[in-house]
């Protein structure tokens, strides 16, 4: 039994941090249920993180137990190096995305500020002189929705209300941090083994919940027909998520909306995915020190 526990947990960190995900990029009926797809998402990218943390916490045992063969603690080494350049990474990566996507908000509000004008009723609210329909936010503590005044002239009342409705979604779920998140361990990740379709996955999951807002709130007819009048429209700066517009996934979110809501089982079985990858690790550590 010597090493198993060790071993498995790093076994598992691997599947979670470089062979799930790319396996759930491809489970594309889980579209369906953004929210609970996302929690999957979030216990998958931290299970691989704190499995691959408590790899040297769980050889310790064994290293402090005399009667053990591998009770020397040279053993430990190779363990506690990975361990702390993963945690390196992370913090580096962390620092680096966060202040990166914080100064281009910062710049692109200040900038929005100035050019647009804006409605008394509505402080969030920017009103860009461009006859192009675009319609995006910058969120932050000092978030702001901007729409383009081709927006508000081609949009009837129901379609804008439901652009309104997906844009206080992405400020009021914060889902840039969500999105900050995933960019920071993405980041992280060794560039060749960094998933680039595992973050597209994960942006347009944050797109089809903003959208769930605006189907609540206007209907699934006018939040299509919304979608379809901004679907050409560029999003400033959404390349580097500091800015959350409709971007490229239009014909994949109306696609979704025509699919409607999906069997109560998907859900139920993304959520018990999530149960088991956020646990496990946590479950085999303390198994090492029983
Ligand atoms: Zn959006």
Redesign the pocket.
């Known amino acids: 039994m010597v090493g198993v526990i060790p071993l498995a947990l790093a076994t598992l960190a691997l599947l979670l941090a470089w062979v799930a995900p790319g396996l759930m990029a491809r489970q594309r009926q889980f579209r369906r249920a953004p929210r609970a797809s996302l929690v999957a998402w979030q216990a998958v990218t931290l299970g691989g993180v704190v499995a691959a943390v408590a790899v040297p916490l769980s050889a310790l045992p064994l290293v402090l137990d005399p009667d053990e063969p591998m009770g020397r603690p040279w053993v430990l080494v190779p363990a506690v190096l990975a361990s702390t350049a993963i945690l390196a990474r992370l913090l580096y990566a962390g620092h680096d995305v966060g202040t990166e996507l914080r100064r281009v908000r910062q710049d692109h509000r200040q900038l929005v500020d100035i050019i647009a004008g804006h409605d008394g009723e509505h402080t969030q609210l920017r009103i860009l002189e461009h006859p192009t329909p675009t319609a ?2 910058i969120p932050g503590r000092h978030s702001r929705v901007v729409l383009s005044q081709g927006v508000l002239d081609s949009l009837p009342p129901a379609e804008l209300s439901a652009v309104l409705a ?2 206080q ?2 400020l009021r779920g914060r ?1 840039d941090l969500l999105l900050e998140f995933f960019t920071v361990v993405h980041h992280a990740v060794p560039s060749r083994l960094r998933s680039a379709a595992a973050l597209a996955e994960v942006r347009l999951l ?2 089809a919940l ?2 769930r807002a605006a189907v609540r709130r206007s209907g699934e007819v006018a939040t299509a027909r919304a979608l379809m009048a901004l679907a050409g429209s560029r999003t400033p700066a959404g390349d580097t998520g500091a800015t ?4 490229t996934t239009a014909p994949v979110r109306l696609r979704l909306l025509a699919d409607g809501p999906p069997h109560p089982a998907l859900p139920a079985v993304a959520y018990l995915y999530a149960a088991g990858s956020a646990t496990l690790p946590v479950a085999l550590l303390v198994a090492a020190w029983l």
């Open positions: 995006y936010c997906h844009e979604a992405h889902h944050v797109e903003a959208d959350l517009g409709v971007g």
